[in-house]
Each structure stands twice: as structure tokens, then as C-alpha cells.
């Protein structure tokens, strides 16, 4: 089992776990640690259960010229929901799981006054599903959706997963069971690098995802979220939630 496996096993509290990462070493400790700098063991000891392999004299040599496996070259599923009877078939499919992972998309970063334009949810790799939402049909799924995520015995995962929270207050969906921040226990384990899921997907999963700016561009020009083509958003922000 891997670290993370281990830990979503037990039955410890946020605070016990951690305790448990803020420890000088992992479980599994090399034969050539220094017990002082374990930043890389830890990091292999969540993904993978084991030690972290020795690097190659050549690994940073061929690091730029690595190529990124990315949406257009792996396999996918993902659907987007139209109404509210998928939604309600989706859902049911997703309460049936120990936990799944969850975005939302948003006309902005203000979060008084933008509104959600969608919401993705994944339970499986490569596969998830995208809920366009919009003026008519907002409160329809949000109480739709309340239940799942009211579910504590469900864990949820994402990435800034604080800014779901509030959009999601916002539309009176509380958030209760255990919660998994992948930008938070990324910091907690290499404060120094970057925590953005772009930087994630291709240090730990050998993918580039699709840039932000080029869906919505940047500048003076920068669209919103809703102008996007629905296919777009879920092609990339939800395999960014798995």
C-alpha cells in the first residue's frame, strides 16, 4: 500500500495525520538516509509505499527534453451532464464510492460576487464527468447535489480546495466528511516548489495539462469561464481533479 492508502485506511484525525508527515523520516526510511533531509522519501513513501529510487547521473540532463503524455495522446472518458436526470444518475454512482475527487469552475476568483459556471467529479483515472451549471437550473443543483457532499462517511479530494468550500457555501452545499488537499499536503512535503496542479501532473505523473491561458487567454482580452466551450472545461479542469 502507499502512504496515502495507509493513512485514508486509518481512522486518525487531521491533526494525526499531521503529526504523522511532519516527522523527520517516513515508514519506509533508505539505508542512505540522512535522517535530516527527507523531503524526496516522504514523497515516495504516499505514492508509491517504498523508498525513492536513486536518480541517474542523467535525469536533470534530460528533464527539458522529457515528453509529457497529455489529453490528446491518453485515453479518456469524460461525459458532460446535460440535465437533471443524469445528474441524479451520476450522483448515485458517486455516493456508491469511499471517496472521489472535485472542481469547480467559476466565472472568477471573487467569491462575493462570481458565479459557478460548473462542477466536475471523478471517482476513477481518466474518467469524470462535467455539470455545467447556470441561472436556470443552479438552484435545482445545488440541492440536487447537497446530500453528496453532506455524506460523511464519503472523503473528497481536490486541489485549493478552499476555494471550492466557499463557492459551494455560497450555494448552500456544506462540505462534511474527511477532506484530501493535494496543493496543501504537497506544501506540507516540498514547501519550495511549486504546488500548482500543472506542476504536479508533471513532476509526479509524467503529464502536461492543458493551460489555462490557452483556453481563456490573458490580458486585456482574458475570456470567463462561461464563454468557453463546455467540452473544453471538462477535458481539462477535470482531469486536473483526478
Not at 506542476?199 to 483556453?215: D, G, K
Amino acid at each position: 500500500m502507499t502512504g496515502l492508502e495507509i493513512i485514508k485506511a486509518t481512522t486518525a484525525t487531521a491533526g494525526e495525520i499531521a503529526d504523522i508527515i511532519s516527522q523527520p523520516c517516513p515508514p519506509v526510511i533508505p539505508e542512505t538516509c540522512d535522517r535530516l533531509s527527507c523531503r524526496e522519501c516522504w514523497l515516495a513513501w504516499l505514492v508509491t509505499g517504498e523508498p525513492p529510487k536513486e536518480k541517474g547521473p542523467s535525469d536533470e540532463q534530460t528533464a527539458e527534453s522529457e515528453e509529457f503524455a497529455t489529453a490528446q495522446t491518453t485515453p479518456h472518458a469524460y461525459t458532460i451532464v446535460r440535465n437533471a436526470q443524469e445528474l441524479e444518475a451520476v450522483l448515485r454512482e458517486v455516493a456508491a464510492c469511499p471517496e472521489f475527487c472535485f472542481d469547480t469552475e467559476t466565472t472568477g476568483f471573487d467569491i462575493f460576487n462570481d458565479r459557478i459556471v460548473g462542477l466536475s467529479l471523478a471517482v476513477r483515472p481518466y474518467e469524470a464527468w462535467y455539470i455545467p451549471f447556470n441561472e436556470s437550473n443552479t438552484a435545482e443543483y445545488a440541492a440536487l447535489i447537497r446530500p453528496l457532499f453532506a455524506d460523511e462517511k464519503i472523503a473528497k479530494i481536490g486541489q485549493n480546495i478552499k476555494f471550492d468550500l466557499m463557492v459551494l457555501a455560497r450555494l448552500g452545499v456544506e462540505i462534511r466528511g474527511r477532506l484530501y488537499d493535494t496543493m496543501i499536503l504537497h506544501y506540507l512535503l516540498d514547501p519550495e516548489s511549486r504546488h500548482n496542479m500543472d506542476a504536479l501532473a508533471m513532476r509526479y505523473l509524467n503529464y502536461r495539462p492543458i493551460s489555462i491561458t490557452s483556453l481563456i487567454g490573458k490580458g486585456a482580452r482574458q475570456l470567463t469561464m462561461d464563454m468557453i466551450s463546455l467540452e473544453r472545461v471538462a477535458v481539462s479542469y477535470t482531469h486536473l481533479t483526478l
